[in-house]
């Protein structure tokens, strides 16, 4: 038998190391994949999540804190002075975040109260200006959200509708307790402040169809977080 020489060797022992290089090309490809398949993940989750934050509106709210709380209160500025409103986002959170993102979006700026009744209530949130108008910033209608410790007290805000799970953009301030809107129109906030304002727009002269002859306008509304 031939003896191997010992340069035959080295070259034999140089191959045997060809597939320990390899291994280590293979696991770094397999760490780049692993990393490239957890950023994929990453921007998945993040997609879904604004996704969701889209069908709330969280995202678009001024102020909202990293749990996407709602803001507290809302500043109706009409030209007949500032309305002040307490906001009851955790109990009616779909009726909230309607009227928080319209009026962020400056969906209400210019329209008037289109509708008002002395001794019950001043409507408005109508962009046809007629009682027929408007839709929820998820487009059509939205369910109600009743709770039994929401009242029509005087100086309510609450959904106007056509029906049960009706609300789009149309709400109303109520000037007298009226109790048999219970449980059928959404109770979403009350006015703290600027209930002479309310009166005032009550006071108004209408037509035979209750609407104010000269126009009360909501030049704009504020969202904040404390008045």
Wanted: proline residues 4%; aromatic residues 8%; glycine residues 8%.
């Amino acid at each position: 038998m031939a003896r191997i020489k010992p340069q035959a060797l080295l070259n034999q022992s140089k191959r045997k190391k060809g597939p320990a290089r390899f291994s280590r090309i293979t696991i770094v490809a397999c760490n780049a994949v692993l990393v490239l398949l957890m950023l994929c993940f990453f921007v998945v989750h993040r997609r879904n999540l604004r996704k969701r934050d889209d069908s709330l509106g969280i995202h678009d709210l001024q102020g909202s804190d990293a749990t996407g709380r709602l803001p507290d209160y809302a500043i109706l500025n009409t030209t007949k002075g500032l309305i002040y409103v307490k906001l009851f986002g955790d109990v009616a959170p779909k009726a909230v975040k309607n009227f928080v993102v319209h009026s962020q979006n400056g969906y209400y700026n210019g329209l008037q109260f289109h509708r008002v009744i002395k001794n019950f209530m001043i409507q408005g949130g109508d962009p046809k200006g007629d009682g027929t108008g408007g839709e929820s910033i998820w487009g059509g209608s939205f369910k109600d959200e009743f709770d039994p410790s929401l009242k029509h007290e005087p100086f309510t805000l609450s959904m106007a509708n056509r029906g049960p799970n009706t609300n789009g953009s149309q709400f109303f301030i109520t000037t007298v307790a009226t109790p048999h809107l219970d449980n059928k129109h959404t109770v979403f906030g009350r006015v703290v402040k600027g209930q002479a304002v309310v009166k005032e727009i009550e006071s108004v002269e209408t037509d035979e169809r209750d609407r104010p002859k000269l126009s009360v306008v909501i030049e704009s509304i504020s969202i904040v977080r404390e008045i």
